[in-house]
């Protein structure tokens, strides 16, 4: 399997600032609307130069996963997160599949004093050529002490490079993430060592909840402007009765989503409805509702489709838009569904109803809280069928489509937010999230 080279821009700040966090993207801007009736979060995209893109392949009769992943040096595993394939799906012939480089974990160390190369590769178990080569070293060149390196890790074992410890092994699944998607990580703890562990994908701050004994569990929003490459994650322990606490960084690997991207025309009648402050005080109640501290997780299986089969996607997730032929500067936060006034709408999994109202650009709108820090939202109902406060089971009736607030036709706007940050829903109908 070949290691994935990354590019200077990739690796990690320079030495002296181990723990600075890597930024995603430089900032966040203001919310603004299509006639469409969908919201779209307004961010500029970060300055860094993209990687070269992943291969495309277009499916021939006889291919297989496995024939296509040896074929472009990936792996089934990164070829199915990658395309957002469900275990069960079927090839068709002419359909075209994004074919990334093979995922190869890598962990960033920081040289001790007297380290080498060779020293180094001996301690962790890996080859020098791969250590000159993963981090674009000159042949013979010494290593600073404090020094950031990245090791390879090989997937699916108890990473070598964890220093002594209470953190046992760190697994993210998907191993390979799309833009816009969720990715659980888990952390496997030593029982014997009580520690307190914070997790962060700065500014997201990652909520920990213990899944079994010795493990813990968080779910990653991975923003759907980030660029391919890597993001690290920030994670800290401290052992009890310590007084200093410990960090590592982690990197879990982006690849390009293939979103596309939309020009909207604006028409001058809705200039009215896009008053800033009124779409500013809206986005700071829902804000404030999916920003609490999580409640217990209420899912156990995945999420359900909240239209019949028979309703298909308009606009999806993640589409980049641009207002009047201006910058691309924001995507939609949520799946659209276009239906026919009066369609019934229901909730996905369990959880309980966080807001039930009208609002003046969501129009009727239902917010849902599963647990966790994931809340699922429901935008422009002709009726809402549920008040704030009620618990819900997958199937409920939460409303019918409708075409209210800033909306021009009947649709459903349907969003996932986890941890505050709008990922694509339709990853929860075909993955299981712990
Ligand atoms: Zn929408």
């Known amino acids: 399997m070949a290691a994935v080279r990354p590019t200077p821009r990739q690796r990690l700040p320079s030495a002296g600032r181990p723990n600075t966090p890597r930024r995603q993207w430089l900032g966040r801007g203001l919310m603004l609307l299509a006639v469409a009736g969908v919201f779209m979060l307004l961010t500029a995209a970060t300055a860094q130069a993209a990687p070269l893109p992943p291969a495309r392949h277009v499916i021939q009769p006889g291919d297989t996963l496995a024939a296509i992943a040896q074929q472009y040096g990936s792996t089934v595993e990164a070829i199915v997160a990658a395309n957002g394939l469900a275990a069960d799906d079927a090839l068709a012939v002419g359909q075209t599949l994004i074919a ?100 962060a994908l700065p500014p997201q701050q990652i909520p920990l909840r213990p899944t079994g004994a010795a493990a813990l569990t968080g779910l990653v929003a991975v ?28 990197p879990i690997q982006v690849v390009d989503a293939g979103y596309p991207t939309f020009d909207i025309v604006l028409p001058d009648d809705k200039g009215e409805l896009l008053a800033p402050e009124i779409v500013q005080a809206e986005l700071e109640r829902m804000m404030a509702l999916w920003n609490a501290p999580p409640t217990p997780v209420r899912w156990r299986r995945f999420f359900q489709r909240p239209l019949a089969e028979a309703f298909v996607t308009s606009a999806p997730f993640g589409q980049r838009r641009s207002y009047n032929s201006g910058p691309v500067n924001s995507f939609h936060a949520g799946q659209d569904f276009p239906a026919p006034q009066g369609t019934p709408i229901y909730a996905p999994a369990p959880g309980s ?82």
């Open 100 to 199: 990334p480089a093979a995922a190869q974990p890598l962990l960033p160390i920081e040289t001790r004093p007297r380290d080498t190369l060779a020293s180094l590769a001996q301690r962790y178990g890996v080859s020098p050529a791969d250590l000159q080569a993963i981090n674009q070293l000159a042949p013979g060149q010494r290593l600073a002490p404090g020094q950031d390196l990245l090791l390879p890790v090989r997937p699916g074992q108890p990473s070598p490079a964890l220093p002594p410890g209470p953190i046992l092994a760190i697994s993210a699944s998907p191993a390979v993430v799309r833009q816009g998607q969720t990715v659980a990580v888990r952390i496997e703890l030593d029982a014997s060592q009580p520690a307190s562990v914070t997790l």
């Open 353 to 434: 109803v966080a807001l039930a109202e009208p609002l003046q650009v969501r129009g009727n709108a239902v917010l849902i809280d599963h647990g966790g820090g994931v809340f699922s939202g429901y935008w422009h109902l002709t009726d809402i069928a549920v008040s704030a406060g009620q618990q819900v089971q997958p199937g409920d009736l939460l409303g019918h489509v409708g075409t209210t607030g800033l909306s021009t036709g009947n649709h459903l706007h349907w969003e996932l937010r986890v941890n505050g940050f709008a990922v694509d829903p339709m990853q929860w109908l075909t993955t299981r999230f712990p």
């Open 223 to 250: 923003h759907a402007f980030t660029e391919p490459g890597y993001v690290w994650l920030d994670l800290a322990w401290q052992a009890a009765g310590e007084a200093i606490s410990q960090t590592l960084r982690w």
